[in-house]
């Protein structure tokens, strides 16, 4: 089974250079992920991908079934996840173009996506304050580097990634209230497949795609669709390249506390879980209640 699962945004919809490849239609109890998962082998490493708004972007971020997504991925036996992410930038040093490897996250959602597997019977809290991996971001940030010297782009360990409820751009107003926060890029969709992966015992990092300066920055144009794709493209080859480096440096074996995030987290009694609910919990919380 797959150890390694990359969800792909904006302008990633497949992975090149995959061997064996084929597409697999996972069913869940919380409905259906975004797409078919694609299953290979790249560079002596099994793998999974998924296209996160579907093949051909036919979902908006508040669309997206996250809790669908991220479980087919466990179902399928992943334990560390990359999640690739197209992000505007609040500041003048993180340049359309750069990569920003994220270390935290702000919520700014407003439609009431469903960030947790838990609920209807059973309760859990978890740690959430290093919402990343830092074994994979680590094992990320420097792959990226190599790669940036080559192809002339800057990499950032740490940043803040808020994450606003879209399917529109920023207010300027807006935008100059999440710069004054402090934060450093700006996304639609990579708080909840984090606050999952980690419900789900996975190690979790983004990778972050800077496409523009958001709307604060006069001195750019107005943040459109057209932009972003172009620098997208541009972006692209070095983060399949990325991958590819990244895979077969992730380690056998997981000694972080990813991989035992629901130790001390799940807070109901184990006889008062309804047994449907353990049943559809099973892949999650099965090595913790019997």
């Known amino acids: 089974m797959p150890r390694i699962g990359i969800i792909g945004g904006s302008g990633l919809y497949d992975i090149e250079g995959l061997k064996n490849k084929k597409w697999i239609k996972i069913n869940t109890h919380f409905g259906d992920p975004s797409d078919e998962y694609l299953v290979g082998e790249l560079n002596g490493e099994e793998v999974v991908f998924l296209p996160r708004h579907g093949r051909g972007h036919k979902m908006m971020p508040s669309e997206l079934n996250y809790r669908a997504n991220i479980f087919g991925m466990k179902k399928l036996g992943v334990q560390w996840l990359i999640s690739i992410s197209a992000v505007g930038s609040f500041k003048k040093e993180i340049k359309p173009l750069d990569i920003v490897v994220i270390d935290q996250f702000v919520d700014r959602t407003n439609q009431a996506r469903k960030m947790t597997f838990f609920g209807d019977g059973v309760v859990a809290h978890i740690a959430f304050a290093e919402p990343i991996c830092s074994v994979l971001s680590d094992i990320l940030y420097s792959t990226a580097k190599k790669l940036a010297v080559k192809n002339n782009i800057t990499v950032h360990k740490g940043g803040t990634y808020i994450n606003m409820e879209g399917p529109a751009f920023s207010t300027e107003a807006e935008s100059f209230l999440y710069k004054s926060w402090g934060m450093d890029v700006i996304g639609m969709t990579n708080m909840p497949e984090a606050k999952l992966a980690r419900e789900a015992e996975m190690c979790f990092a983004t990778l ?40 077969p440096l992730i380690p056998k074996e997981r000694n972080c506390l990813c991989a035992d995030a629901l130790k001390n987290a799940i807070i109901t009694s184990a006889d008062i879980i309804p047994e449907k609910r353990k049943k559809e919990l099973q892949i999650i919380i099965g090595k913790y209640i019997v």
Not at 210 to 229: C, G, L, M, R
């Open 208 to 247: 972050a795609m800077v496409t523009d300066y958001d709307a604060w920055y006069e001195e750019e144009s107005v943040v459109t669709v057209d932009v972003i794709i172009q620098n997208l493209k541009k972006n692209i080859k070095v983060v399949k390249d990325l991958i590819e480096d990244v895979v």
